[in-house]
């Protein structure tokens, strides 16, 4: 059966709440707009809110293309457990004495720093990475112990925010420390694994237990809606609140003209023009080849394409166009 047309083709960033999956807030943004065609970027664990963005109708074409190259977090971090997850909602499979030295904020600046750069690390067993055609968390729901291959991150930041002692009656080590971190880091990397090979260095087992995503490539907090409100107003409050898909992609513009429209809407090569910079005060240039490129017309977004000598060439397109461009 063909599919029908959406009726909202949009970015969104959802502030997703703790206890959620990012698929729940999908279906949340689905039944708020009644579309059918949604899907997100980058996801985040239950316990873990903050930045996810969503796609809605052609959008969800983009989330593929979105790099979402350096992505921000403050994270607690807590002392005394190594858990199955890595996080809270984990069974604890190892405890330690926490050495008095990690509520001195010196000496946690100091191990903090030495974070700072390029890693290898081995993804947690309750993840999304996927062996042999299946899910580790699957796997290790099953009982099994997947093998991971360690992955190549960077950390750009590891900033101490400050040192508390835990007083929730139900943590999993009463009366523990507890470092909230602001950590900036590549793409694919886990804040989870960070705090458990940061609990084995020093002897003591460590957990995530509290995670908020404040950044994601380009967008932060500041771009995003509570679902609680969206769920609200999402009918009426999408058009508002959406984002703009260029800035989104951080790509260059190519603005179209009604006649090269109608050439875009059927694949026909373009010639290459000029492309704006819009991060650097709308300066414009002609594209690099093989350079990448937004097509827009009238504030929408109609294509990606890419430029090939003096034209440029159809890499995806957006017929009814995707809302939200600013430029």
Not at 125 to 143: H, N, P, T
Request: net charge neutral.
């Amino acid at each position: 059966m063909k599919r029908t047309a959406s009726t909202i083709n949009a970015l969104l960033a959802i502030d997703k709440p703790v206890g959620m999956t990012s698929h729940d807030v999908v279906s949340h943004v689905r039944r708020a707009l009644h579309e059918k065609r949604v899907g997100h970027a980058g996801t985040l664990d239950p316990l873990a809110s903050g930045v996810l963005i969503v796609g809605v109708g052609l959008a969800t074409r983009l989330l593929g293309m979105l790099t979402l190259a350096e992505k921000c977090y403050r994270a607690t971090i807590s002392f005394g457990a190594e858990t199955q997850t890595d996080d809270s909602e984990g069974a604890v499979v190892r405890t330690a004495p926490v050495p008095s030295e990690l509520f001195d904020s010196a000496y946690a600046k100091r191990v903090l720093e030495k974070l700072v750069g390029e890693h290898e690390q081995i993804p947690p067993q309750f993840s999304a990475v996927s062996v042999e055609g299946k899910r580790a968390y699957a796997l290790a729901r099953e009982g099994k112990a997947p093998e991971l291959a360690a992955r190549h991150i960077t950390i750009h930041q590891a900033q101490l925010v400050s040192i508390e002692r835990d007083s929730q009656a139900d943590s999993l080590v009463p009366n523990t420390c507890l470092w909230v971190v602001d950590f900036c880091v590549s793409k694919g990397t886990y804040i989870r694994s960070i705090a458990r090979d940061l609990g084995r260095e020093l002897g003591c087992g460590a957990h995530i237990s509290a995670l908020r995503r404040v950044v994601s490539g380009t967008i932060s907090l500041a771009d995003c809606v509570e679902l609680a409100l969206f769920e609200e107003r999402g009918g009426t409050l999408w058009n508002e609140c959406c984002l703009d898909p260029v800035r989104a992609l951080e790509l260059p513009i190519r603005q179209v003209s009604s006649q090269e429209l109608t050439d875009v809407l059927v694949g026909r090569h373009i010639a290459a023009g000029e492309v704006e910079e819009t991060d650097k005060g709308t300066s414009r240039r002609m594209p690099l080849q093989q350079e990448k490129v937004a097509i827009v017309h009238d504030r929408r977004l109609f294509g990606v394409w890419y430029c090939q000598g003096s034209e440029l060439i159809c890499k995806a397109n957006f017929p009814q166009g995707i809302s939200g461009v600013i430029a």
